[in-house]
């Protein structure tokens, strides 16, 4: 029944993601909108759009919230692939995009946890346990943090990974990437660890 239904979803735990493919799979790559703004701008409608989503669930009934920051966009395989010139090193303005508009969620969220009564809303940051991971593979136990599993490594992800596609390795546990954008099984499992202890807030 309703109330049962509103006590379920106004006790559990809802869990974000803002701005990854907002910025890697449209910004970056569509004319009109990089043209139009700037990343701090679009940063900005980024926000707002997060700030009314927070506002919107907690009219609902939700009470405790968790955000994943966007991660060093300038170092996932299809970035550098896609805006790295050739140099096969991370993306230095899409790592430092990425600070800001983490920098924005962060106090967005601080704003809305005090001013919407009884809200828990733990940002989890993600930027830095994986970019510790990208530049310190072997510290946690990785090979492969510039190339990805599938297929070549440098674009591939979607439908384009599966068990047929050319070159996908045979060791993904090695990989900090699964794909072009996305981190293997092994990597998600470091960072699953991570993001427990920083949203033990949630759970308490």
Partial sequence: ???KANAIFSGGIH???AGSSDFIQNYYINPYLNRAYSPDQFSNILMKSYSTFVQNLYGLGVRKIGVTTLPPA???PAAITLFGSGSNQCVPRLNRDA????DKLNGTSQY???QLPGLKLVVFDIYQPLLDMI???TDNGFFESRKACCGTGTIETSMLCN???VGTCSNATQYVFWDGFHPSEAANQVLAQDLLE???SLIS
């Fill in 163 to 165: 068990t047929r596609s």
């Fill in 74 to 76: 300038g170092c996932l």
């Fill in 112 to 114: 809305l946890q005090s």
């Fill in 99 to 102: 600070v800001s508009f983490n």
């Fill in 15 to 17: 869990l974000l993601s």
């Fill in 135 to 137: 530049t310190k593979p």
């Fill in 1 to 3: 029944g309703k109330a």
């Fill in 198 to 200: 920083q949203g033990f």
